[in-house]
């Protein structure tokens, strides 16, 4: 099952945190940074994905290293729809930081003080898309499916911040 499937099974399940207005709340942090740092919507949506790229490693190693609870305890910690410098610091090293910054320019075009000023937004954004998988009652269980999903992925590329935004988009137009 894809992160998008994982995310609408998190909807409809009450005893997980995703529901459509949070959903609405990360694409509009989206469209808001667009707009503020006069990028395009694309341009955007390619950084999202080289920034999931990177908190998925991130992660990845974290749970490897720490163990599924420390993965989880960051994606609950810093999740949310506004700048956390914070949650940049807790997943990577300052070379990491440098070499995502780097690899968003080559991909984007985007400068790399407009990189630096979208970081600390769209890390939180990503964490919360993975948020929406913990448990309301207690999220630092383990159990989280989305963010199993995600950090499972076998690197065949299917597993996309971007797509799965763009997705709950439509999703969210749907039911309007």
Excluded: C, W
């Excluded at 341009?43 to 999931?52: E, F, L, M």
């Excluded at 997943?91 to 080559?106: C, K, P």
């Excluded at 769209?122 to 207690?138: H, K, Q, S």
Aim: net charge negative; proline share 4%.
């Amino acid at each position: 099952m894809g992160l998008f499937d994982q995310i609408i099974g998190a909807i409809d399940s009450s005893d997980r945190q995703a529901n459509p207005s949070q959903l609405g709340a990360i694409l509009s942090t989206v469209q808001h940074l667009t707009r503020n740092t006069n990028a395009d919507l694309s341009t955007t949506q390619t950084a999202i994905s080289i920034v999931g790229s990177y908190v998925r490693s991130a992660l990845q190693e974290k749970r490897a290293t720490e163990g599924e609870q420390t993965a989880s305890s960051i994606v609950n910690h810093f999740a949310g729809t506004s700048a956390n410098p914070q949650a940049i610091a807790a997943l990577f090293s300052s070379s990491q930081v440098s070499q995502l910054i780097e690899a968003i320019g080559a991909k984007t075009g985007l400068d790399p003080s407009q990189i630096q000023m979208m970081l600390p937004i769209l890390i939180p954004v990503v964490l919360n898309l993975l948020r929406t998988g913990a448990n309301t009652d207690n999220p630092e269980a383990e159990g989280n499916p989305v963010l199993n999903s995600f950090l499972d992925a076998d690197g065949d590329g299917d597993v996309d911040i971007a797509d799965a935004l763009n997705l709950a988009g439509g999703f969210l137009n749907r039911g309007r």
